[in-house]
């Protein structure tokens, strides 16, 4: 059997007890807004200190450039506010950045183009030259390694110039020779398509006492080498 006494200081003592943690759960609410306030306000300094025209520039790459703390558009040649992104992508879609940025990459394609074909016709001109020398060479059985005497005469009187040689002797000898070599038969050909002919075959030795047997094919008084055969 209680008495009633006891029983309102239990009551008492509860009451107590949950108004002790009502107090802690608002201290504690408290707390945790202090905190995302204070996370709240350093990741809007770190955005902050992020922001600048360099930023923005990295962030368009092939649009804008940074220049003495400002924005430039690449293709408008005029600053950007970088302050805000939307200001940014509003630029980008508009009419005038479209039509230059179109323009400039057409001028661009067309500065390459050119160039290739500047390139391709160097080439060819060089290579050109290159079989017009060998050519020569071999109707005038002047022997390739002549060409480091050559070279710097053709060097100081050819609009050319020796500099379109390649530096070794063996480049002409297996890159270019048999090139020449095809066009001669190629040309022969043409020539001697339809007409009667005579065949020579003469057997002979080269400057290294190798035997050769050579293969000529004669016309009107004219003959041309068709074939070199080296024999063992």
Not at 6 to 20: I, L, N
Request: charged share 30%; net charge positive; hydrophobic share 30%.
């Amino acid at each position: 059997m209680q008495l009633p006494g006891h029983t309102h200081t239990h009551t008492h003592r509860a009451e107590q007890s949950g108004e002790g943690r009502e107090r802690g759960e608002r201290e504690k609410k408290k707390v945790m807004a202090k905190r995302l306030s204070g996370m709240t306000i350093s990741s809007k300094k770190l955005k902050n200190a992020k922001l600048s025209a360099k930023f923005r520039a990295e962030q368009y790459p092939s649009d804008f450039y940074e220049s003495g703390e400002q924005l430039f558009c690449k293709f408008c040649q005029h600053t950007i506010d970088w302050m805000r992104k939307n200001t940014c992508d509003d630029h980008l879609q508009s009419k005038t950045h479209l039509r230059n940025k179109e323009k400039k990459q057409a001028s661009a394609r067309q500065t390459h183009q050119q160039t290739l074909q500047h390139s391709s016709t160097s080439l060819e001109v060089r290579r050109e030259f290159i079989e017009d020398f060998v050519a020569v060479c071999a109707e005038s059985d002047i022997p390739l390694e002549k060409m480091r005497k050559l070279r710097p005469f053709l060097m100081k009187h050819c609009k050319q110039g020796g500099g379109a040689l390649p530096e070794h002797v063996s480049s002409l000898r297996q890159v270019h020779l048999p090139r020449v070599f095809e066009q001669h038969i190629e040309a022969v050909q043409k020539k001697l398509q339809g007409k009667k002919i005579s065949v020579v075959v003469d057997e002979t030795t080269d400057a290294r006492d190798c035997s050769v047997l050579n293969i000529v094919v004669g016309f009107e008084g004219q003959y041309f080498l068709m074939d070199v055969i080296f024999l063992e």
